[in-house]
Every structure is written in structure tokens, then in C-alpha cells.
């Protein structure tokens, strides 16, 4: 239990932190008040009021506990959050659940993606490109030398075909 934070509930959405000090502060010394929102930034309806002592905390919630506030009638009570379990080996850290063996995440948790945001004109390639080869053509099984599909320069490299050539291979 915190004994001089004070944990309201049923709050209407239209209550401040400013209706909050005002209805409080009669009670003793305000340390900090927080009205938890929704990402949209509308009230979940509670919120947490703290104390400089321990006093004007009991004071404030003997006096404001069920009173109206606005449209609703507010419950007020002692700030008891949950305890934190800090030993014993957690349900994620189960490796057989999908969980993993290493338990420091860092700040911001565990990571879902492995996608490298670096973009690939600046990152290292893995591997150095390698020289293509140039490409080699396999001669046709009955061609002979002299026919445009077995055309051979005299270093033994084959001759360029022409578009003609190409033709003829297709129309047979």
C-alpha cells in the first residue's frame, strides 16, 4: 500500500487534473496529481492523487470517498498496485513456449523483426560480385559449320547471327 497516494475511480471524462487539485488540496500538501488517458487522449476515468504526508491522504479519503464530482459519484481508496514478481523464471522465458533464454532486452523490449533498415546503396555486400562469364551457346546436334546455326570465326569463336538468322531458326 502507498499510504499517501490516493487512487480515484468512476471519474466523469470531464474532469481535470485542475477539479482534482482544487477538490484535494483543502486536505494537505498535493505531491502530484495523474489522470491516465487513452492514446485518443480521452480519460479512462481514474486517476492518482498524491500526498506530501500520510495524513492529509487519510483526510481526503474518509472526506471525498462517494461524494458527486461533476456527473458521478467517485470511489476513492489507498493506492495498493500490484506487486512486482522479481524472482522465479517467467512464463515467456519458457523456451518451449516461444519464449528465449536471454531475459535483457533492453528499454524498449524484445524485437520483433530482424529487417535490416540500412539501405543497400551504403551497406556492405556480403560477398564481392563475380565476373560473369560471357554467355555460351551450344551448337545444335546435326549442324554443320558452314550453316548459319554452326557459324565459326577462324579463331574458333562463333560468329554473331543476324536477325535473318534468327528467322530461319524459327521457321523450321
Given at each position: 500500500l502507498e499510504?499517501?497516494?490516493?487512487?480515484?475511480?468512476?471519474?466523469?471524462p470531464e474532469v481535470t487534473r485542475k477539479d482534482l487539485a482544487e477538490l484535494f488540496e483543502k486536505?494537505?500538501?498535493?505531491?502530484?496529481?495523474?489522470?491516465?488517458?487513452?492514446?485518443?487522449?480521452?480519460?479512462?476515468?481514474i486517476a492518482?492523487?498524491?500526498?506530501?504526508?500520510?495524513?492529509?491522504?487519510?483526510?481526503?479519503?474518509?472526506?471525498?470517498?462517494n461524494m458527486m464530482l461533476k456527473t458521478k459519484e467517485i470511489h476513492v481508496a489507498l493506492s495498493n498496485p500490484p506487486k512486482r514478481d522479481d524472482g522465479g523464471p517467467n512464463q515467456s522465458?519458457?523456451?518451449?513456449?516461444?519464449?528465449?533464454?536471454?531475459?535483457?532486452?533492453?528499454p524498449r523490449g524484445k524485437g520483433r523483426t530482424q529487417v535490416a533498415f540500412t539501405p543497400r546503396s551504403i551497406s556492405v555486400p556480403s560477398k564481392a560480385p563475380t565476373k560473369l562469364d560471357p554467355m555460351k551457346f551450344v551448337k545444335p546436334g546435326g549442324a554443320s559449320v558452314g550453316t548459319p546455326e554452326g557459324n565459326v570465326e577462324g579463331n574458333g569463336t562463333k560468329a554473331s547471327k543476324s536477325n535473318d538468322d534468327f528467322r530461319k531458326m524459327l521457321l523450321k
Open positions: 499510504k499517501n497516494k490516493l487512487f480515484i475511480n468512476n471519474l466523469d486536505f494537505g500538501k498535493l505531491k502530484e496529481i495523474r489522470v491516465p488517458t487513452y492514446r485518443n487522449g480521452h480519460s479512462k476515468g492518482f492523487v498524491d500526498f506530501e504526508d500520510e495524513v492529509g491522504a487519510a483526510t481526503a479519503l474518509i472526506k471525498t470517498d522465458d519458457v523456451r518451449s513456449l516461444g519464449g528465449t533464454e536471454k531475459t535483457d532486452f533492453g
